[in-house]
């Protein structure tokens, strides 16, 4: 007998057929001799939707308060899992994250887990319930609901995968598995039939939304193996694991597009040592997360600083640095929106030269202006237009010979 961590996506319970069909899927897996944790999504939209309600009042909402309607989405899910499993005879109870014991810290919205204790899922196991688990949230040491960023429910299938010591970690979502770039842009996108943490968790943090980042981070710190598949038919999906040695010798593995971001330019200030420090001290303590950053050579005593950054974390950014350049004396910032990281991807790197090169040539023949890079081991971004990503996807997708043949 196996223990079996499900975790199905909004698509995938999306309405009341498609809950009865996960719930058909699930009992199979019981009937054949496992058992089964299924961790849910809000329905598709019901978050956006959620998100939009609160800032038609506030466009900066309470963080607290956001986190108490969020969790919404999934509490109604997993009752209507619970239900429709039981209507078609296995027995079947739902818990919310704090139910389930999934702790954790106090930042409201973009909360990290601190310990699961899985409360009475093993009890319920044994007696033969399947257990059905509100992604997406958790509960603080002082009892407030807290969520765990945007795509969440992913981390938190991945994060009791580890805690429940799981056999198989399976994450049922819309596509049938992790392709060579997002299959809605690319259309000669691949299915990659294995891929190593670190390639996946490059792709995620660039913006593949198929994987959230902080689960795929999780995944590898636990040595967590998990599958990507489809919700919708029974195709083999994409193996998530351990880098092994032949994985090097494909040297572009995938492509990823983020169009979630927001350049954020702090001009005219003072070209002296400690001013960096002194911003991005302010940041941090905003818990932003900045990506790329650029500081031009200093003229006249004055110094421009660039960096990117999420369009969630933008406001939070520009109060921060307005309030470093307040504590420095100087600087005015500002923020511009339009662009896109373009990220290729791939262990391959690591031992290939001249991918860079390939790559920015290729934009420069497609017109394609780069305005920011950034470049790690296993990975090459580019800041571009947004009304370009799309085409400058499709392009290098070719060019590195991913397209399916
Ligand atoms: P879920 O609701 O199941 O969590 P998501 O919408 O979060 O699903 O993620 C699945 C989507 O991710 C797909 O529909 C696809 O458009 C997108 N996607 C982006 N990049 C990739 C990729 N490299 N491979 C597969 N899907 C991708
Ligand atoms: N419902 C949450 C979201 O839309 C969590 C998830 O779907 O994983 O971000
Ligand atoms: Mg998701």
């Known amino acids: 007998m196996a223990l079996i961590i499900q975790k199905f996506g909004g698509t995938s319970v999306g309405d009341v057929d498609r809950i009865k069909n996960v719930a058909r899927r699930i009992k199979s897996y019981v009937d054949a001799g496992n058992q089964v944790v299924a961790v849910l999504s809000a329905r598709a ?16 909402p309470d963080e607290r308060e956001m986190d108490m309607l969020m969790t919404v ?9 619970a239900i429709a499993l039981q209507s078609i005879g296995q027995p079947a109870v739902s818990r919310t ?16 887990i601190v310990e699961i204790s899985g409360g009475d899922i093993p009890l319920l196991l044994s007696q033969g319930k399947v257990v059905i688990v509100a ?7 002082h009892g407030q609901a807290t969520t765990l960023g945007r795509g969440g429910s992913d981390l938190s299938a991945i994060a009791l995968a580890a805690a429940l010591k799981a056999d198989i970690c399976q994450i049922f979502t819309d596509v049938d ?40 981070e999780f995944a590898q710190k636990y040595n967590v193996t998990f599958e990507v598949r489809s919700s919708m038919n029974d195709n083999p999906g994409t193996l998530v694991k351990a880098e092994v040695p032949s994985m090097e010798d494909v040297v572009v593995s995938g492509i990823a597009v983020d169009k979630n ?21 302010e940041i941090g303590a905003a818990k932003v997360v900045v990506d790329m950053i650029i500081q031009n050579v200093g003229r006249e005593g004055r110094a421009n600083l660039t960096f990117t950054t999420s369009n969630e974390d933008a406001h939070r950014a520009t109060v921060a640095v307005d309030q470093a350049c307040k504590k420095i004396g100087g600087g005015n910032v500002q923020q511009s929106g339009g662009i896109a990281k373009l990220s290729i991807v791939g262990v ?37 237009d947004l009304d370009k990503a799309d085409r400058a996807a499709r392009l290098v997708h070719s060019v590195f010979g991913l397209d399916a043949k």
């Open 45 to 60: 939209g019901v978050t956006n939707e959620l998100i939009a309600r609160a800032k038609q009042i506030n466009p900066h």
């Open 73 to 81: 989405g999934e509490q109604e899910t997993i009752a209507l899992m």
């Open 97 to 112: 994250g704090a139910q389930a014991g999934i702790v954790t810290d106090f930042e409201h919205t973009r909360a990290r």
């Open 177 to 216: 598995g992790v392709y060579t770039a997002d299959p809605r842009v690319v259309p000669a996108a691949r299915k990659i039939h294995e891929i190593s943490y670190d390639e996946m968790l490059e792709l995620a943090s660039s913006g593949s939304k198929v994987m959230q980042s902080r689960s795929v």
């Open 135 to 141: 992604g997406f949230q958790g509960i603080n040491k």
């Open 348 to 384: 391959g790197m690591r031992s290939h030269s001249g991918v860079a090169a390939k790559l920015f040539k290729t934009l420069a023949d497609a017109s394609i202006n780069i305005d920011m890079i950034s470049t790690s081991e296993i990975k090459i971004s580019v800041v571009i």
């Open 261 to 281: 971001q927001v350049k954020v330019v702090v001009s005219n200030l003072p070209d002296s040592p400690g001013v960096a420090a002194a911003i991005f001290e």
